[in-house]
């Protein structure tokens, strides 16, 4: 067997843990859990994609890697309007979202932590304090910025700045602002852990062909066969999570690569398939001794649904930019990351270097738009500069998941159906961004700015949230949920809320410290 080749298990051994989803939950949670020397079923409803097999086309490559099973979508959100069956923009592969991720790896902020006892009471959101602190998470935070290799971190060198990223700091300085940098990021500008230095390709977002940026993929997947520990299934797609009389689980459904439906027996079940598909696979586990949906005895599962406030702005200037030059992604400003209510909102936001290729361009800027305005932002593509932000949502309890049970998948299950309706708050914070970023770029000779709308969800959090009690959400403090000890739950989902930074790097941390407790668990035969 090669160093690379996938352990198997048999379907009827009970002492495996079967991990839903390859993500940055899910891949990271099986790595720390083979080096402890578990056992442990990965299934990964997506195929094995190399690489090799990754192609520099947009369109291409979002076919290729997109989950494109069908959703639905509802609520006064424009992506309802403009993307009905696309909420989430997510891949369906192995390595999960983080093939297709950008890369940021700030941490949250003491604050984000307790956003309920910071922001105090906000009509309509359901803020609660998570039952963590930064001073728990920090040393987790230490070992997700070394395993994935974040610049900026741990004497990692910075990676170079690209065009796009020097007219945005230089906005950024004549604005006043202090903190933008190039990073952190999880794309390595030296040789790091087996993977080669950045290229700068300027195509590293949907699938790095180079392999310098940090996915599971690459990483935490391939670690964790060499342990001779994983049974990696892809092509396996979780549809019933089964339990015992007790209710404690013991095997996950799934159809396999020829469509057949097996079984796989568990001693401990962690689902990470996303913030989407993590509250559906759990609803679908229904049953007389979870008639709401498994672990869902608070009626929290699938709510608090959260993806980001967001939107881009682009602009025009009188010369050369080429944004696509280098990194998608080449750096951040963080000065409007802070709390600062005098602003209008309550959280903060970044703002970070976009950019988007001709036909995505066309296809995002504004949805539906044609005419004289429109290709005038195209015709300027190489004097054109962009942003991306990406801050604090509200959690809000109507913003939820749920089964759409009039629309069936191939595999004639109820689709996920994503509400979600603006809470004032975002709506202040999407404003003020707004103006923060045609004043940086108009303080750098931009001839115009375009805001574009909020296009389908890359960041999807919230749906089974942490919390202290039972009452008040989905799991616990390390994941675990209140109800099935033996649940637990390894992605964005549990988190209480969103925070403004990119949750890939909080996702792993959390993956580190869930696969110590469940090992320790394990060890005690407490679960």
């Given amino acids: 067997m090669s160093e690379n080749q996938s352990t198997s298990f048999a379907h009827d051994d009970s002492s495996v843990v079967v991990i839903v989803g390859s993500g940055a939950g899910g891949g990271t949670l099986a790595h720390e ?4 020397g578990v056992k442990v079923v990965l299934l990964e409803a997506g195929g094995h994609l190399g690489n090799e097999d990754y192609v520099n086309n947009e369109w291409e490559a979002f076919n290729q890697m997109a989950w494109l099973d069908p959703r639905t ?11 009905p069956n696309l909420p989430a923009w997510v891949v369906k592969a192995v390595g999960g979202t983080t093939t297709h991720w950008a890369g940021a790896t700030p941490r949250f902020k003491a604050h984000e932590f307790k956003t309920r006892s910071t922001y105090g009471r906000i009509d309509g959101a359901n803020l609660l304090d998570w039952p963590i602190t930064l001073a728990d998470l920090a040393p987790y935070y230490d070992r997700a910025e070394q395993k994935i290799g974040s610049t900026h971190r741990h004497g990692r060198p910075a990676l170079p700045a690209n065009n796009n990223y020097k007219v945005m700091a230089a906005g950024a300085q004549r604005l006043g602002y202090r903190h933008y940098a190039t990073g952190p990021y999880g794309t390595n500008a030296e040789p790091y852990d087996g993977r080669p230095a950045c290229i700068q390709d ?6 790095d062909k180079n392999k310098s940026k940090w996915s599971t993929l690459v990483s935490e997947i391939p670690k964790a066969l060499r342990t001779g520990k994983l049974d990696l299934r892809p092509n396996s797609q979780a549809v019933q999570i089964t339990h015992t009389p007790e209710g404690s689980v013991d095997s996950v459904l799934y159809i396999d690569a020829d469509g057949e439906l097996q079984q796989q027996r568990a001693r401990i079940v962690a689902v990470a398939g996303n913030s989407i598909e993590t509250p559906r696979l759990l609803l679908l586990s229904g049953s007389p001794l979870f008639p709401d949906g498994l672990a869902n005895s608070s009626g929290q599962l699938g709510r608090n649904y959260m993806r980001h406030t967001t939107g881009s702005v682009y602009a025009r200037f009188d010369k050369p930019v080429h944004m696509y030059r280098g990194e998608t992604m080449a750096g951040l400003v963080a000065d409007e ?3 600062d209510a005098d602003r209008g909102f309550a959280g903060g936001y970044y703002l970070e270097t976009i950019s988007l290729g001709p036909a995505f361009l066309a296809s995002f800027i504004d949805p539906g738009a044609w005419g004289p305005g429109f290709t005038a932002l195209l015709e300027d593509y190489e004097n054109t500069a962009g942003l991306w932000i990406v801050g604090e949502d509200m959690p809000q309890a109507s913003n939820r998941v749920t089964l759409n049970t009039s629309v069936m998948d191939r595999l004639g299950l109820p689709v996920p159906n994503v509400h979600y309706d603006d809470h004032a708050n975002d709506a202040a914070m999407r404003g003020h961004a707004y103006r923060q970023s045609s004043l940086l770029y108009d303080a750098v000779g931009a001839l115009s700015t375009h805001h574009t709308p909020p296009y389908p969800s890359t960041h999807n959090m919230g749906t089974a949230r942490m919390n202290e009690r039972p009452e008040d959400g989905v799991v616990n403090q390390w994941g675990q949920t209140h109800d099935v000890p033996n649940l637990f739950v390894s992605d964005g989902s549990q988190f209480t809320t969103g925070a403004a930074a990119k949750p890939t790097l909080t996702i792993v941390a959390l993956a580190i410290r869930q696969a110590e407790y469940i090992a320790e668990q394990m060890k005690a035969t407490a679960i």
């Fill in 202 to 207: 300027g195509f590293n977002f949907q699938g």
């Fill in 73 to 83: 979508t509802s609520g006064s959100w424009r992506v309802a309007r403009d993307f």
């Fill in 337 to 339: 990351s802070r709390h």
């Fill in 33 to 36: 859990l083979t080096e402890k």
